[in-house]
């Protein structure tokens, strides 16, 4: 198991991002025109509306017989982790084939301006596979999922052999996928390398194949159906553990490590809640065991655990103190997001070392559309809520994906909000303090 120590920080890029023209668009939606935005036309929501959560007037319109995705050719994060969804926690998600383009195209949009660490010219460049690559699927077969560094496929004998097999068969037949876990192996190798070059190339490499990956699936424009699910399913699970592994490159910028997050919480919820549409089918496949372990636990309901004792009852004491500085709609939102969070810890108590990070990237799953919202916004209360949701980030950094990340969160957090609310992180300040 890697530790945090060894987790590579990738360095910032010295090139300037340079301003792209604003094109007019005349069959843009609504709300980019009274925006003055120019909009990317993707139905049945566009980009611009995805990422703000606006209210696309494309969702009234009729569905166009051809729509291609925008090819993107930047490289950044994307999401989601293998925990079955369930009705209580897919919150306003448009689930439709066109808005899986919508969001992985949001999660791409931007990474330029934010020094990546593959240049557009060299990514696009490079056609096929070579030895490099070779050696890179031979780590990810012989020491990834040897040792547990892709808790994906944590369960041993044969139903982790049958997972692997169908994840090698979907990769062969998809070129996106096979870059994407080629991606996930390049960052791996990047944090087990002692060498500073060596990291630097390993990262590279990891951002070439995944801006590949990204390029070849807007290219290709697939619905999520019964025959490609289980493609879909693992793609969006190996582009979720890139997207958190990508945020620490941030951590000397907290408002753009914050971004970062915010980013992969919502997308993490878009794509889980596409792909549920499938989970019925998974379930019977040969990854099944990477939902069943999850299936037997209590109903997604937080309502269920509020009156189990844990370490968030203080916090949700403080938030009923403070109904009367909140809206009823803030104050039910960070109430259900900690009650998520009581959750979290309840499973966590019963479940083995190696299910642990599935149940860390539940939590995203599970927020209301009104607690994203309160994040975009920066309003310390969740803010708080998600210092606490980093505790599990670093009570499990040995997994090589989390690192510091949660350390950073909730040292972060502290410092933007001040000392005033030290009080309302008494249990995330006293975790890092035992550590």
């Known amino acids: 198991m890697v530790t945090s120590s060894n987790r590579a920080v990738p360095a910032k890029s010295t090139s300037s991002a340079t301003r792209r023209s604003h094109r007019k668009s005349r069959h843009g939606c609504l709300q980019c025109k009274a925006r003055h935005m120019k909009c990317d036309e993707l139905r049945p929501v566009c980009v611009n509306c995805f990422t703000t959560d606006r209210q696309c007037s494309f969702r009234d319109q009729p569905q166009p017989p051809h729509v291609r995705l925008p090819t993107s050719t930047e490289s950044t994060p994307s999401p989601a982790a293998p925990i079955p969804a369930t009705p209580a926690s897919l919150n306003s998600a448009a689930a439709s084939p066109a808005s899986l383009g919508a969001i992985i195209q ?36 012989t020491q990834m999922l040897k040792y547990d ?107 753009q490590f914050l971004e970062k997050v915010i980013q992969f919480i919502s997308l993490h919820r878009g ?46 004491t403080l938030l009923t103190d403070s109904s009367d500085s909140l809206s009823s709609m803030a104050l039910n939102a960070c109430r259900d997001a900690v009650r998520w969070l009581q959750w979290v810890i309840k499973q966590r108590r019963n479940l083995t070392k190696s299910l642990l990070p599935h149940v860390a990237m539940a939590w995203p799953t599970c927020i209301s559309h009104d ?32 690192g510091d990340s949660g350390r950073i969160l909730i040292e972060s957090t502290r410092k933007s909000l001040g000392s005033y609310w030290d009080d309302w992180l008494t249990w995330p300040i006293a975790v890092l303090e035992a550590a």
């Open 106 to 141: 949001a999660a791409v949009s931007g990474a330029a301006s934010h020094g990546s660490h593959a240049s557009q010219t060299e990514t696009l460049s490079f056609d096929g596979y070579d030895l490099s690559h070779l050696g890179l699927l031979h780590h990810f077969e």
């Open 371 to 402: 607690f994203l919202q309160m994040l975009r916004q920066r309003r310390p209360e969740a803010l708080v809520v998600l210092a606490h949701w980093a505790v599990f980030l670093h009570q499990d950094r040995d997994f090589w994906v989390f």
């Open 271 to 316: 794509i889980r809640s596409i792909t549920s549409q499938s989970w019925h089918i998974i379930g019977q496949t040969e990854v099944r065991h990477i939902v069943n372990p999850m299936t037997t636990i209590d109903a997604m309901d937080p309502r269920l655990v509020e009156s189990a004792p844990s370490e968030c009852d203080y916090l949700l």
């Open 149 to 255: 560094d892709m808790p994906v496929f944590s369960t041993p004998g044969a139903d982790q052999k049958a997972a692997v097999d169908a994840l090698m068969k979907s990769a062969v037949s998809e070129p996106y996928l096979m870059d994407e876990l080629l991606a996930c192996s390049a960052l791996h190798l990047s944090t087990i390398m002692s060498d500073a070059a060596e990291k630097q190339r390993c990262l590279h490499q990891a951002a070439q194949l995944q801006t590949r990956a990204l390029t070849q699936f807007n290219t290709a424009c697939p619905s999520v159906s019964d025959e490609n699910c289980i493609t879909m399913f693992l793609f969006s699970g190996l582009l979720g553990l890139h997207t958190l592994f990508d945020t620490t490159s941030f951590q000397h910028d907290f408002t």
